[in-house]
């Protein structure tokens, strides 16, 4: 019998498996923050798809150190989407590109301004954009995430943390079979559609957004009178979530128990209601207006869901500033910036996927949140919270323009939340109460509810626009100042987290250990480096192959 050398079966078991891993890859993160995994969520949405991902990346180009990580970030997620999803992976050189093409599909550059060594400042223009397609729909997947008061190696850590986000948030967007909905109620003095705007454009991206008054109908009206009309229960069930933004006078027990209802059935709620009642035009006009509580028959739902909105304001050392005319001619105006510490820039916490890695919220007129309910099984979590400088304005109260020059002393509170997140299965607020006249319901009153999510915010001033010359501003953009601050990703995530059943919003709590380099001791030790880095390896080979020619030696010289 022939005998075979083992050395032929060892090889014959490494082609084996070379071929199987060939056809099923397997993959070992071997790393700590697990940058190289997807999330189950992904990996199930990846597997789901039944046609090919078309994915074209434009970061390209003359690229500093920053951005080649940014590059190398994208193409290791896009090769790990691969093994899932069935991707075809395209990158352009964006010179063959030209800037009107660009523009016409909605992109912009980014302008870097860098220094060199010799002193001369460098400008590069990059396009840190991906185009995702999916069965003839089209999306673009922004790559860089500019947060205000991050540096630029914070912020491209950040936008490599959020790159799995950013992908399959635009493919699950281009794989929903139809838009989910979302309602913004109206009937009590809320905001016009003016100073809504820029919520409704931001929202359009993800939902078909409807507003009105809660009516008898199958979905909302904007005419419809509750006085003559019962309301059915069931009106808001077809609404991923509900937005009560900035509202003024109270609710109905027939429009509270409907929306009870509809958290007792597992809707989501994003209430941005203020404790206090003042009139901004007062305040104009006569230089201070009075401050009152704000009644709207939503106190004690609140307080049963677990939380209190107080009838007080914040105000805050860190703020925004106002222009003031400090000139005694009145003929000659002479304004002058002074700050307001009624319009504070509030702080977002990095422990919830809402808020982390997004910068300062602008806000105006803000009443502060207390959890209450102890032990009800609801987890709350701090959104917004004011600086380490802040006061607390009971009402009844005043608020006078000429405070502009506020006595730091006054200021001791520290970190103030103004902005909380619910989630959990909720206590109905009507558990022990008859359903309320104006209702149409043939179902008894739910007392406890499904799991589900709420968001409060202590004003409605965060999820509106300024008007200027009849044109609506950007959310959270100060006209005084032209800064931008980040109520729009607020507000994006806020309503994408109430309404994901996915898990795809968790995927923003990814996390990229940021190591960054002594760029002094880098420059002045670059030679020394580059010397040990190229000896050391060559010189370890040297050694191992002397010792084994020794070795070998002495072995056959006997």
């Not at 100073?195 to 939902?207: A, G, Q, R």
């Not at 109905?252 to 409907?258: L, M």
Request: charged share 25%.
């Amino acid at each position: 019998m022939r005998k075979y050398s083992p050395y032929i079966f060892i090889i014959g078991l490494f082609l084996c498996l070379y071929g199987t891993l060939q056809v099923r890859p397997v993959r070992w993160d071997m790393t700590d923050d697990k940058r190289y995994s997807l999330s189950e969520a992904s990996k199930r949405m990846l597997r789901e798809t039944d046609a090919p991902i078309e994915v074209t990346v434009l970061l390209d180009g003359d690229l500093n150190a920053g951005f080649k990580r940014l590059k190398k970030a994208t193409e290791e997620t896009l090769e790990e989407m691969d093994v899932y999803g069935k991707l075809r992976i395209t990158n352009y050189d964006i010179q063959s590109f030209s800037s009107d093409s660009l523009a016409a599909l909605g992109l912009r550059p980014i302008v870097i301004h860098e220094r060199e060594q010799n002193g001369k400042t460098a400008q590069t223009t990059v396009y840190p954009y991906a185009i995702m397609e999916y069965k003839g729909k089209r999306s673009v997947v922004t790559l860089l995430k500019n947060t205000r008061g991050l540096s630029g190696e914070e912020n491209l850590n950040a936008s490599i943390e959020q790159l799995e986000f950013a992908f399959m948030e635009t493919l699950h967007l281009l794989t929903q079979p139809e838009t989910p909905r979302v309602a913004i109620l109206e009937g009590h003095g809320e905001p016009d559609e003016a100073h809504t705007y820029d919520l409704m454009n931001v929202l359009s991206k993800y939902f078909q957004v409807d507003r009105g008054r809660l009516a008898s109908n199958d979905g909302m009206s904007a005419t419809a009178s509750l006085n003559d009309e019962l309301i059915d229960v069931h009106i808001l069930d077809g609404y991923k979530a509900v937005l009560v933004v900035n509202p003024q006078t109270a609710f109905s027990d027939a429009e509270r128990f409907v929306i009870d209802q509809y958290i007792m059935r597992g809707g989501a709620v994003l209430w941005a209601v203020n404790g206090v009642r003042f009139s901004e035009e007062v305040l104009q006009s006569e230089g201070f207006t009075p401050i009152l509580p704000l009644e709207l028959g939503l106190t004690d739902m609140l307080f049963r869901y677990g939380v209190r909105i107080n009838p007080a304001l914040v105000q805050d050392i860190q703020c925004l500033p106002i222009p003031v005319n400090v000139s005694t001619d009145p003929q000659q105006p002479n304004l002058q910036p002074m700050p307001w510490t009624f319009a504070p820039l509030l702080l977002t916490s990095e422990g919830s996927p809402i808020t982390r890695n997004t910068g300062q919220v602008m806000s105006t007129f803000v009443s502060p949140i207390d959890a209450v309910g102890g032990n009800d099984g609801i987890e709350k979590r701090v959104l917004l919270a004011t600086s380490t400088a802040s006061s607390v304005t009971a009402t009844p109260g005043e608020v006078n323009l000429n405070d502009v020059n506020p006595d730091p002393k006054q200021f001791r509170y520290e970190y103030v939340p103004v902005g909380v997140s619910m989630e959990g299965a909720f206590a109905s607020a009507f558990a022990h109460r008859m359903i309320p006249e104006g209702v149409r319901s043939d179902e008894p009153v739910r007392k406890s509810g499904v799991k589900t999510r709420q968001v409060v915010i202590g004003s409605g001033s965060v999820l509106l626009n300024e008007v200027q010359k009849g044109q609506p501003l950007p959310m959270g953009y100060d006209r005084y100042s032209g800064i931008q601050f980040s109520n729009r990703d607020l507000i994006a995530n806020a309503v994408l987290w109430l309404t994901d059943r996915d898990g795809l919003i968790a995927l923003r709590d990814k996390t990229v250990a940021l190591r960054l380099l002594n760029d002094r001791r880098a420059h002045e030790q670059r030679l020394s480096v580059q010397l040990v880095s190229t000896i050391t390896p060559i010189s370890l080979l040297a050694v191992i192959g002397g010792i084994v020619f020794v070795i070998r030696k002495r072995k056959y010289e006997r």
